[in-house]
T-cell receptor, first 108, second 116 residues
Framework: KNEVEQSPQNLTAQEGEFITINCSYS?????LHWLQQHPGGGIVSLFM???GKKKHGRLIATINIQEKHSSLHITASHPRDSAVYIC??????????FGKGTHLIIQP | KAGVTQTPRYLIKTRGQQVTLSCSPISGHRSVSWYQQTPGQGLQFLFEYFSETQRNKGNFPGRFSGRQFSNSRSEMNVSTLELGDSALYLC???WGTGVGLDYGYTFGSGTRLTVV
């Protein structure tokens, strides 16, 4: 059974700061997902990674398959980035195994 | 394009009752997976359906069941509701084909179930 650990659990930063959220998993996977959840519950898929690095706007996600580790970076953070960020491993028939989430607050 | 639609959005039920939740996936997506989110346990995998077949089930009691129809719409059912079943239930759809391929997910807005 895959275990997914995320850090930090809570993060408060000032607008404009560079943000890093880390995720480690215990078992080899086909894909690692980064999700964003706003108050009210809706989840948006930000990235799906199987290797290397992906970038979308101010968001960058990287994965190191050998070390079973992934990071989500936010450059030039903004208050609208405030949300819960969740990493999830696996997929397909096995479903996703989720980390506990990182509660991010960006203060103006 | 239409997203993943979950109905109803909110539901209040009494202990011992049963409930059925519905999920309509994105057109063309054949895989639907269900998740339970609670403050204590976070997000947990319930089950996954592909082409009307349940391919896997998470560690939940038999009171939790589901099915998928030929149009890929899925329902989940919880019988004999307990207070601990109060949660946000999310479904997600994806293409879901192939072993070893990457699966992209689109999540519904969820059904918030309160058991009183």
């Amino acid at each position: 059974k895959n275990e997914v650990e995320q850090s930090p659990q809570n993060l408060t930063a000032q607008e404009g700061e560079f943000i890093t959220i880390n995720c480690s998993y215990s078992v080899g996977i086909s894909a690692l997902h980064w999700l964003q959840q706003h108050p009210g519950g809706g989840i948006v898929s930000l990235f799906m990674l199987s290797s290397g690095k992906k970038k979308h706007g101010r968001l960058i996600a990287t994965i190191n398959i050998q070390e079973k580790h992934s990071s989500l970076h936010i450059t030039a953070s903004h208050p609208r980035d405030s949300a819960v960020y969740i990493c999830a491993a696996g997929g397909g028939a096995d479903g996703l195994t989720f980390g506990k989430g990182t509660h991010l607050i960006i203060q103006p | 394009k239409a997203g993943v639609t979950q109905t109803p959005r909110y539901l209040i039920k009494t202990r011992g009752q049963q409930v059925t939740l519905s999920c309509s996936p994105i057109s063309g997506h054949r895989s639907v997976s269900w998740y339970q989110q609670t403050p204590g346990q976070g997000l947990q995998f319930l089950f996954e359906y592909f082409s009307e077949t349940q391919r896997n089930k998470g560690n939940f009691p038999g009171r939790f069941s589901g099915r998928q129809f030929s149009n890929s719409r899925s329902e989940m059912n919880v019988s004999t509701l307990e207070l601990g079943d109060s949660a946000l239930y999310l479904c997600a759809s994806s293409w879901g084909t192939g072993v070893g391929l990457d699966y992209g997910y689109t999540f519904g807005s969820g059904t918030r179930l309160t058991v009183v």
